[in-house]
Nanobody, 123 residues
């Protein structure tokens, strides 16, 4: 397993933007990368995922059109660009990696997880 480190969280106003980063120390992004979030008292929720080999992406209904997932393989870094933020986006955001042949939109498809970064959106 490879340790992942998220960064870029913070406080934003509704309608604003944040960009989250997920860094890995080695060639971790040869499989799939996912972003998930978890609010207090709720289960972990799928946000977005990508297969870096062919750039296939998946998004949740609540984030599609506002969030964009991407990777920079040369830097071993994945990103989540979040635009038009809403208060309901407030959560701890996690990045994760897993085999390409497992689920892309469920936490069960991922084996390596970061520590998470807090995102707070105020109105």
């Amino acid at each position: 397993q490879v340790r992942l480190v998220e960064s870029g969280g913070g406080v934003a106003q509704a309608g604003g933007s944040l960009r989250l980063s997920c860094a890995a120390p080695g060639p971790t992004f040869e499989n799939k990368i996912g972003w998930f979030r978890q609010a207090p008292g709720k289960e972990r929720e799928f946000v977005a995922s990508i297969n870096p080999s062919d750039s296939t992406t998946f998004y949740s209904d609540s984030t599609k059109g506002r969030f964009t997932i991407s990777t920079d393989n040369a830097k071993n870094t994945a990103y989540l660009q979040m635009n038009d933020l809403k208060p309901e986006d407030t959560a701890v955001y996690y990045c994760a990696t897993g085999p390409y042949y497992t689920y892309y939109t469920s936490p069960t498809g991922y084996t390596n997880w970061g520590q998470g970064t807090q995102v707070t959106v105020i109105s």
